[in-house]
């Protein structure tokens, strides 16, 4: 059972707020890096967002000050709290996993989804002007 289940994806006018969850199982959610990434139309996959398995945050350039990940232990989950919404922030946003408990930051540079391990299906978030 590895399985991340995202939701809460939707549509939203330009400076709206969303708020995305992740449901892992425990195999994945267990001392392990856990993340957002983002494809938006004719783009390449990108990271967002990561939290290491101690808490620390890792966020790209682009959502910076506006995005914000959390995790619930409870309940498994992780999630991530868009703020101040663009409308370049429009694209399916998939909840990731890697095997380390530490580096997450390090996959959301240009070409570093390639390396990610496991992924969600998927939730779709549309910003308009």
């Known amino acids: 059972q590895v399985q991340l289940v995202e939701s809460g994806g939707g549509s939203v006018q330009a400076g709206g707020s969303l708020r995305l969850s992740c449901a892992a199982s425990?195999?994945?959610?267990?001392?392990?890096?856990m993340g957002w990434f983002r494809q938006g139309p004719g783009r390449e996959r990108e990271g967002v967002a990561a939290?290491?398995?101690?808490?620390?945050?890792s966020y790209a350039d682009s959502v910076k000050g506006r995005f914000t990940i959390s995790k619930d232990n409870a309940k498994n989950a992780l999630y991530l709290q868009m703020n101040n919404l663009k409308p370049e922030d429009t694209a399916m946003y998939y909840c990731?996993?890697?095997?380390?408990?530490?580096?997450?930051?390090?996959?959301?540079?240009?070409?570093?989804?390639?390396?990610?391990?496991?992924w969600g299906q998927g939730t779709q978030v549309t910003v308009s002007s």
């Open positions: 939290m290491d398995s101690d808490g620390s945050t």
């Open positions: 425990i195999f994945i959610y267990n001392s392990r890096w």
């Open positions: 990731a996993a890697g095997t380390t408990p530490y580096g997450g930051g390090q996959y959301l540079g240009r070409g570093g989804w390639r390396r990610v391990d496991y």
